[in-house]
């Protein structure tokens, strides 16, 4: 970011004017790929947003994580809006088309956001269902300690926020915590740590590219120094991002981002050092004070629609073999913190990409869920 400026602006503005239509549909992540898209202006910079559904139907808003943008949660919204949902999701600040304001990205300034967003809409957004995945779960929870008479439940996806300190390996913990390099070299050693390697290039060395991705996957499933930060596995790297566009992986998108949205790798870098990824996180202390009070309130508490959070607890979905957000630590922690009447927590079959792959399982997961509570 320049210094001085108060934001660092998106592709929308930097990179889609000199492309041609043929060129922008080819991109991995298009700015028409999702429905109802509009820029919205803040004092923070240009955020892009989604909406869509029918006016009239239950609302649910979705938060992604911290490397790739609203796309990846694209076919969970598909599939919320064939079942009559109205669903908005939204890029974060330094992601995908929104701008990089220059400020710390922590819980302040993405719950700042999240309100920007709901008043942005042409419908009332007063009682809705939160959705957040990886980051965008330690996100929901903030957002939900602090407004809960807004939402009507809070669902995390292979959230961060417990993710045990013992997982961050010394590589992180000297780009993003220690304070020791010059901002310059920091960005430009995080660059070459994410960016994932060109197509091309992965494709003339398969063999040697799909053990490399094997090891690192393992190596975060059973090493406590696993770099969660570079990858999320081989499963979640090449993963596609949609069934609509099957050709595009989580990979293109997140090179797509470091290559031409200048905002994205001092984002990611704040977001990796202050945002609310791993524990211990005082927002899971203070949710877990106001799912008990909801609780004690009993039929009462249900009755009254202003209350929020009716249910006194919130549904964790996890991936079984997630090398990120660990399964038996997550519940051992969240069970921990929350309480076992707190917490509602679903297994699927996957990794860190669950609800990239199986929005249908997530979907389902989440519709019971509410249906019950």
């Known amino acids: 970011m320049r210094q001085g400026a108060l934001f660092t602006p998106s592709p929308l503005k930097t990179v889609l004017p000199s492309l041609t ?34 006016k009239d139907g239950v609302r649910v808003l979705l938060v992604h994580g911290v490397s790739t943008p609203a796309v990846a949660l694209g076919d969970l919204a598909h599939e919320l809006v064939e079942r009559g949902y109205r669903v908005m999701l939204y890029d974060l600040f330094g992601r995908g088309y929104s ?13 700042t956001q999240i309100l920007l967003v709901l008043a942005s809409s042409q419908v009332s957004w007063n009682n809705f269902h ?70 091309e290039k992965s494709r003339s060395r398969p063999q040697q590219h799909a053990r490399a991705g094997i090891e690192a996957a393992e190596a975060q499933k059973y090493d406590p120094d696993g770099n969660c ?31 031409n949205h200048k905002g994205f790798i001092p984002a990611f870098i704040s977001s990796m050092r202050d945002a609310p990824i791993y524990a211990p996180q005082g927002d899971w202390n203070a949710l877990a004070e106001i799912l008990r009070e909801r609780r004690e309130k009993g039929p009462r508490g249900v009755k009254d629609p202003q209350s929020g959070l009716r249910a006194g607890k919130i549904l964790m979905v996890i991936g079984e073999d997630d090398p990120i957000v660990v399964k038996d630590e ?25 609800p990239i792959t199986n929005s249908i399982g997530v979907a389902d997961a989440m519709e019971d869920f509410w249906r019950r509570n």
């Open 130 to 199: 939160i959705v957040g995945y990886s980051l965008g779960g330690g996100l929901v929870v903030s957002f939900a300690r602090y407004f809960p008479h807004l939402v009507s439940s809070v669902t995390v996806l292979a959230s961060g926020g417990l993710i045990r300190p013992y997982h961050v390996s010394w590589q992180s913990w000297l780009l993003y915590r220690s304070g020791l390099l010059p901002g310059c070299l920091a960005r430009w050693l995080v660059r070459r740590r994410i960016r994932p390697k060109d197509d």
């Open 21 to 54: 239509k043929s060129e922008i549909t080819a991109l991995p992540y298009p700015p028409d790929v999702l429905p109802g898209p509009r820029d919205v202006s803040t004092p923070y910079g240009s955020m892009r947003v989604y909406e869509s559904g029918p």
């Open 330 to 354: 997550t519940i051992e922690d969240a069970t921990q913190v929350l309480g076992h009447d707190g917490v509602e927590i679903v297994v699927l079959p996957q990794g860190h990409e669950l």
């Open 99 to 111: 701008d990089a304001p220059n400020l710390t990205y922590d819980s302040r300034l993405f719950t």
């Open 229 to 259: 930060d570079a990858t999320g596995g081989v499963e979640f790297d090449s993963a596609g991002i949609s069934r609509h566009r099957p050709g595009v992986t989580v990979s293109s998108i997140i090179r797509w981002q470091v290559d």
